[in-house]
T-cell receptor, first 113, second 117 residues
Framework: KQEVTQIPAALSVPEGENLVLNCSFTDSAIYNLQWFRQDPGKGLTSLLLIQSSQREQTSGRLNASLDKSSGRSTLYIAASQPGDSATYLCAFANTGTASKLTFGTGTRLQVTL | NAGVTQTPKFQVLKTGQSMTLQCAQDMNHEYMSWYRQDPGMGLRLIHYSVGAGITDQGEVPNGYNVSRSTTEDFPLRLLSAAPSQTSVYFC????????????????FGSGTRLTVV
């Protein structure tokens, strides 16, 4: 069974900092990995998706990487802004069960002025 | 706008009542699923479907029923509500065949906040 851990659980940084959110997993038979953002009381917004054959994806100030050998994915946020404050979730679909996502418990990010 | 629509957004039920949470998507996605989100537990899969007429259980299926008669709709039925089912419920749809479709991956609805008293 896939186990997903996100560290740290919470993070507070000043505006402008570059930061890295970590996501580790136990089963390397990955079909794809998706990073989501969730604002308080809202749904999940997809940020980036990495297929098993890829190592990273980029969208604007966001870069996500996948290293199956080490069981780790990272989400890099460049030049953080107060609007980036949210909870960030990683989710994995495994080979053979691609219709099912296993989520981490998230990292709650606060970017201060 | 294309996406996943969940209704209602909020609901209060009494213990023992039944109800149906609605979910509809207009992206012609083959996969649909229901998750519940609880503090400290993250999102957990309740039921999922890989196509019309095909459903299966997820991690926490007890007390819930689903059916998928069309590609677009995937309702979640609570048979006899219990306080333990107080949660936020999310429906998701997905297209998972690598290719050129821009909406590859999963799309989530905005959620239904359910309280059982």
């Amino acid at each position: 069974k896939q186990e997903v851990t996100q560290i740290p659980a919470a993070l507070s940084v000043p505006e402008g900092e570059n930061l890295v959110l970590n996501c580790s997993f136990t089963d390397s038979a990955i079909y794809n990995l998706q990073w989501f953002r969730q604002d308080p009381g809202k749904g999940l917004t997809s940020l980036l998706l990495i297929q098993s054959s890829q190592r990273e994806q980029t969208s604007g100030r966001l870069n996500a990487s996948l290293d199956k050998s080490s069981g780790r994915s990272t989400l890099y946020i460049a030049a953080s802004q107060p609007g980036d404050s949210a909870t960030y979730l990683c989710a994995f679909a495994n080979t053979g069960t691609a219709s099912k996502l296993t989520f981490g418990t998230g990292t709650r990010l606060q970017v201060t002025l | 706008n294309a996406g996943v629509t969940q209704t209602p957004k909020f609901q209060v039920l009494k213990t023992g009542q039944s109800m149906t949470l609605q979910c509809a998507q207009d992206m012609n996605h083959e996969y649909m699923s229901w998750y519940r989100q609880d503090p400290g537990m993250g999102l957990r899969l309740i039921h999922y479907s890989v196509g019309a007429g095909i459903t299966d259980q997820g991690e926490v299926p007890n007390g819930y029923n689903v059916s998928r008669s069309t590609t677009e709709d995937f309702p979640l039925r609570l048979l006899s509500a219990a306080p333990s089912q107080t949660s936020v419920y999310f429906c998701a749809s997905g297209y998972l065949r690598p290719g050129k479709r821009s909406n590859y991956g999963y799309t989530f609805g905005s959620g239904t906040r359910l309280t059982v008293v």
